[in-house]
């Protein structure tokens, strides 16, 4: 196959990913999940409501975090990385809609999503986010973590938004111009893929080029490489992508299960550390 690039142009500035056939790659949906107790929710910003989906609302520790999504949207994919989540934490974990709705099922689709989403309105729905679960929902401390899309938007929330207390970032980097990432005050974790191909966006140059930058602002952070990992590696084949849609599609090669759940209990153990009182 041959994957090029494709420039995604946001409001803010510009990423290099790379392409997809129309039929190289259609995002998992149809895969076997166990039933999973979630309850859609509102919360409001400003006079608009925004909505999204809760995990563990009888969770017994004091603390939330806020997942955000891939490019696809709120989809079987992001929905699983909550739950797992929420269970591993045993606290609430909160996915908002930047979609309302509307969740993609091709790579072009998704591709036109991203580039049209609003980013900075995307961060105030995570402020609002943070709000409602600490004053509706008693949390105490209030995470973030975010994959490919969501992994930037996790960073620029860190960065503009002063009631997030600790961000994991999954394989992605925000624009400049939407945020400074050396003004970032809390606990940081990353988590890239050396074999990641998402040039300009999650590659090694730019995961290293990112690192730089928290060392430059004495951000706290914890920063993480997988040798034998490609982008998405956090979604594994059983409910994720499947082998087959990553030997066609370059930037998702190779996955690597030692990787995956080295960096989820590294997330994990990160998370009770920082957010537990």
């Excluded at 090029?4 to 790659?25: M, N, T």
């Excluded at 809760?54 to 603390?63: D, I, K, M, V």
């Excluded at 949207?73 to 509307?102: M, T």
């Excluded at 914890?222 to 594994?236: C, L, R, V, W």
Aim: net charge positive.
């Amino acid at each position: 196959m041959n994957c090029g690039f494709i420039p995604l142009r946001f409001p803010l500035g510009s990423y290099r990913l790379p392409a997809f056939s129309r039929h190289s790659l259609v995002c998992p949906l149809k895969t076997r999940f166990r039933q999973i107790q979630m309850a859609a929710v509102t919360f409001k910003k400003q006079n608009t409501d925004v909505p999204g989906i809760l995990y563990g609302e009888n969770a017994p520790n004091n603390f939330g975090v806020i997942v955000v999504q891939e490019w696809w949207g709120l989809n079987e994919v992001i929905k699983k990385r909550a739950q797992e989540l929420s269970d591993g934490l045993q606290c609430k974990a909160l996915l908002p809609d930047f979609y309302r709705g509307k969740v993609a099922t091709q790579p072009d689709e998704a591709h036109h999503m991203m580039t049209n989403l609003d980013w900075p309105g995307a961060i105030d729905d995570i402020a609002a986010a943070c709000q409602y679960l600490k004053e509706s929902k008693q949390c105490k401390k209030v995470g973030i973590v975010g994959y490919c899309m969501g992994g930037a938007i996790a960073l620029a929330a860190a960065a503009l938004h002063p009631a997030v207390d600790a961000a994991v970032c999954f394989y992605g980097t925000p624009p400049a111009q939407l945020c400074d990432v050396k003004n970032i005050k809390v606990p940081v974790q990353c988590h890239f893929g050396e074999q990641d191909k998402s040039q300009g966006f999650s590659d090694l140059a730019t995961a290293k080029a990112l690192e730089q930058k928290l060392k430059e602002g004495n951000v706290p952070h914890e920063f993480y490489y997988y040798p034998k990992a490609g982008h998405a590696f956090m979604n594994p084949p059983d409910g994720g992508f499947t082998d087959e849609m990553r030997s066609k599609v370059e930037m998702l090669r190779p996955y690597d299960e030692e990787s995956r759940q080295l960096a989820l209990s590294r997330m994990l153990e990160f998370f009770r550390k920082n957010l537990s009182s």
